[in-house]
């Protein structure tokens, strides 16, 4: 059995929204703990990007691959592809999708409406069916999801629509899997990030939503679980937690 701190040394580890604020922390995370990190994109710039901030030493074990996963048969297809390059596929971190604000919801647009609520349902959808059934037996999914999905947010109702979309979808896995796979999601709060580097101390930064992660996927008695990350005291719990 993995223990909470085992590196995590010739697993492989997929992380669509790798080249992301917060997906980057992950990222960084995984590769630190030992991991093969495998980051697909829409972007090959956001790749090279990613991996000049991840820097030369952890990249080694970095792979970023420019591969589409917006549709169930480009997902499908990518995660194939991984499973066959590498054998296995012991954990996804899913950080897909961003924040929008600046309308209330009957001044929405359908072009808004497609990329934020459309777009990134879907991606999340078409992830979790073509790699769920390919994880490791003690594999793990992790969804990453915002506040705002819980709690509804003035002018960010696509966002919020959306959230509350990844939460259920996490929930439906749980009661579809019945313990077979573990599967959980961690509700994040404000993250201080590359693109915002200020921020309350309170707040956690992607690479601490990254640890809580990597001690996620180590640990397997947490499973079927909504972790809520709002505050760096919330992380110290549950590290805490997870370790014991
Ligand atoms: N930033 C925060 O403070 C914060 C707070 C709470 C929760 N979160 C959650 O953290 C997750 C990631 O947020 P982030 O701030 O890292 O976002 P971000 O910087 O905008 O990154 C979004 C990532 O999603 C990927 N992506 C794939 N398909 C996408 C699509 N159709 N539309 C948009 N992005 C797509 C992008 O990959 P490519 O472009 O490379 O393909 C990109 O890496 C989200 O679930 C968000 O709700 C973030």
Redesign the pocket.
């Known amino acids: 059995m993995t223990t909470p701190t085992a590196p995590l040394t010739g697993r492989t580890v997929v992380v669509?929204?790798?080249?992301?604020?917060?997906?980057e922390g992950i990222v960084r995370a995984f590769l630190t703990a030992g991991a093969t990190v495998v980051v697909p994109?829409?972007?090959r710039q956001?790749?090279d990007t990613l991996t000049r901030l991840i820097g030369p030493d952890l990249s080694a074990h970095l792979q970023g691959v420019d591969d589409p996963y917006?549709t169930f048969d480009e997902a499908r297809a990518l995660a194939e592809r991984i499973a066959t390059e590498h054998g296995r596929v012991d954990h996804v971190v899913a950080?897909?999708?961003?924040?929008w604000m600046g309308k209330a919801l009957w001044d929405t647009g359908e072009s808004d409406w497609q990329?934020y609520f459309i777009?990134?349902t879907t991606?999340h959808t078409a992830l979790a069916r073509a790699f769920v059934p390919r994880l490791a037996p003690d594999g793990s999914y992790t969804v990453?999801?915002?506040?705002s999905g819980r709690k509804p947010y003035p002018s960010a109702g696509i966002?919020s629509m959306h959230?509350a979309a990844?939460l259920m979808m996490r929930e439906v896995l749980s009661a579809e899997l019945r313990g077979r796979r573990r599967v959980n999601d961690l509700v994040?709060?404000?993250?201080v990030?590359r693109?915002?580097p200020g921020g309350d101390p309170d707040w956690l930064t992607a690479d601490q939503v990254g640890e809580a992660a990597v001690a996620l996927s180590r640990t397997p008695g947490v499973t079927d679980e909504h972790i809520v990350l709002n505050t760096v005291a919330d992380l110290k719990r549950e590290l805490g937690r997870m370790t014991t």
């Not at 950080?95 to 924040?99: D, R």
């Not at 994040?188 to 993250?191: E, Q, R, S, W, Y």
């Open positions: 669509p929204g790798g080249t992301g604020n917060v997906g994109s829409r972007s956001r790749l917006g950080s897909v999708g961003g924040w990329k777009d990134t991606a990453i999801a915002g506040f966002v959230g990844l994040l709060g404000p993250v990030n693109s915002r």
